[in-house]
């Protein structure tokens, strides 16, 4: 089994987890995530910790044990805590607002790019940076990535949308050469 598989899940008091054959249901105080399963891979409660283990015998199936570990730890710790997730943005005259869940960026276009939250997300727009917030950390992961593809950082200037802490290469204009 691998590593990450082997380890214990503790659960936290306040989290009730549930679990009917490959589907897990996991409530906390910030709300309740589910998630489905593969079926070569079994959840067992007992006294307040969780235990990930296979019927296979195989490397695949030792590798699913420790993603299975993985995405239900992300749950419990989504309903406990949270996630967060901070992208900056950098350019002249480049700034987001939001009202509501329609979140509004206005970074060299012509016209201002509507993007619209998906439910369980919420974004705090200061200035230049926008961090958001979720208990589902695919899902915040995955809003992130899809606003900076909305402008990404280009090379020469950095100017776009990045994640807070990301390095971005820069490049040397074409009159370096002289």
Do not use: C
């Amino acid at each position: 089994m691998s590593r990450i598989g082997k380890k214990i899940i503790s659960i936290p008091k306040g989290v009730k987890v549930d679990i009917v054959g490959t589907f897990v249901k996991v409530s906390g105080p910030r709300g309740t995530l589910e998630r489905q399963i593969r079926h070569d891979v079994n959840l067992t409660e007992t006294d307040g910790t969780l235990r990930v283990s296979t019927q296979g015998l195989t490397k695949k199936d030792d590798a699913y044990t420790g993603l299975t570990h993985t995405l239900v730890n992300n749950m419990i710790t989504g309903v406990v805590n949270g996630f967060k997730k901070s992208l900056i943005i950098e350019g002249v005259g480049y700034r987001a607002e939001i009202a509501g869940a329609l979140l509004t960026l206005n970074v060299g276009y012509s016209k201002a790019v509507p993007f619209l939250l998906p439910d369980g997300i919420k974004a705090v727009v200061e200035k230049t940076s926008i961090v958001l917030e979720g208990i589902d950390k695919e899902l915040l992961g995955l809003t992130a990535a899809r606003i900076r593809d909305i402008r990404k950082p280009e090379p020469y200037k950095g100017k776009g949308i990045r994640y807070d802490g990301e390095h971005i290469t820069r490049k040397v204009g074409k009159s370096s050469g002289k």
